[in-house]
């Protein structure tokens, strides 16, 4: 099969037919999250929180945030329509 070129100057990421159907899985949240907060650990509102909920449940807050930030997660789902 004859391999697709890019035509365009920008970057594949960038390409709508490349954006993600699925939401993120628990794993990813994982990694986001890891990531976040080692990116936030020196801030001040990280250290607040960890002050006020203890580090495990600030570490599940900051999932829950970017769980809600996917569009493809389900606690972003509306009906189309009426509900039954």
């Given at each position: 099969m004859k391999e697709k070129t890019q035509t365009s100057s920008e970057p594949s990421w960038l390409d709508p037919r490349n954006e993600r159907k699925t939401p993120f899985t628990?794993?990813?949240l994982d990694l986001l999250a890891d990531d976040f907060i080692a990116r936030m650990a020196d801030t001040q509102a990280w250290q607040d929180l960890v002050a006020d909920v203890g580090k495990?449940?600030?570490?599940?807050?900051?999932?829950?945030?970017?769980?809600?930030q996917d569009a493809n997660s389900l606690i972003n789902w509306q009906p189309d329509g009426p509900l039954h």
């Amino acid at each position: 099969m004859k391999e697709k070129t890019q035509t365009s100057s920008e970057p594949s990421w960038l390409d709508p037919r490349n954006e993600r159907k699925t939401p993120f899985t628990d794993a990813e949240l994982d990694l986001l999250a890891d990531d976040f907060i080692a990116r936030m650990a020196d801030t001040q509102a990280w250290q607040d929180l960890v002050a006020d909920v203890g580090k495990q449940q600030a570490r599940e807050v900051v999932k829950q945030r970017l769980a809600a930030q996917d569009a493809n997660s389900l606690i972003n789902w509306q009906p189309d329509g009426p509900l039954h």
